[in-house]
């Protein structure tokens, strides 16, 4: 399963990239918005920090514009994705990105027959929200099994990226569905380093050493 950070703080970034773990970024207009910078010149930055796969959205709602705003963004950098919103109009725009070969990543998926319309267009991704659909009482991760099987069914080369991820149990639920990504805050991947017993493990092990030093008379 690959790790992407959900986020567009390049210090965030900066740190998850030497774990040595995370292998792409997912941006969004709010995530963005709350970074005080250029967005252009931020998802430059990103890329040639984590030099993988780099989401940045577009703002336009109609077909011809996001077209035009996702071939800019993609001339940025190589690991350009330009995220695509799930609308008619964006899944023309998928079409026709994917003729000429700019990947894309459909977001804001709340159902697997949307997640399926997206493969059918060429995304490179869909990234179902969990989390949004967890907040209005609808389990997130049903879709996410659908989608997997549905992807299998027909061969799809589409990637899911499980998104809108709260806590740790989405990571394990979407590792166990097999989907390909999660994309997760900084916060929640170093929640996943965490286990009380490693704590304890690691305190009487050195104990344990010191003990053993001084009764070697070191
Ligand atoms: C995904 O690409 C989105 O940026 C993100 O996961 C949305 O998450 P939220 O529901 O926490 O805003």
């Known amino acids: 399963m690959k790790i ?23 941006t969004n207009p709010t995530l963005v918005s709350r970074e005080g910078v250029k967005f252009e010149d931020r998802v430059v930055e990103i890329c040639e920090t984590v030099k993988g796969p780099v ?5 336009s709602t109609d077909y ?18 330009v995220k695509i919103p799930m609308t008619r109009d964006g899944m023309r725009a998928v079409k026709t990105l994917y003729g000429e070969g700019i990947k894309t ?3 804001l998926i709340f159902n697997s027959l949307q997640a399926t319309l997206a493969a059918k267009a060429g995304a490179t991704y869909v990234s179902p929200f969990v989390g949004r659909l967890d907040d209005i009482a609808s389990n ?13 069914n027909y061969g799809y080369s589409t990637e899911i990226i499980v998104a809108s991820v709260r806590h740790p149990m989405h990571v394990l639920e ?15 991947l170093l ?4 286990h009380p017993l490693t704590d304890i493990g690691i305190e009487r092990f050195m104990d344990d050493w010191k003990r053993y030093q ?5």
């Open 191 to 194: 929640k996943l380093f965490n």
């Open 4 to 26: 992407f950070l959900d986020t567009a703080n390049i210090e965030d970034i900066r740190e998850g990239m030497k774990l040595g773990l995370v292998d792409g970024v997912t």
């Open 55 to 59: 989401s940045a959205e577009v703002t």
């Open 64 to 81: 011809e514009n996001m077209v035009l705003q996702a071939r800019e963004l993609a001339s940025l950098n190589e690991h350009v994705v």
């Open 174 to 188: 979407a590792a166990l569905m097999g989907a390909d990504i999660v994309t997760i805050p900084y916060e929640v």
């Open 140 to 152: 997130g991760m049903e879709i996410v099994e659908e989608i997997v099987r549905i992807f299998a």
């Open 105 to 107: 990543n459909v977001t």
């Open 214 to 218: 001084k009764q070697q008379g070191k």
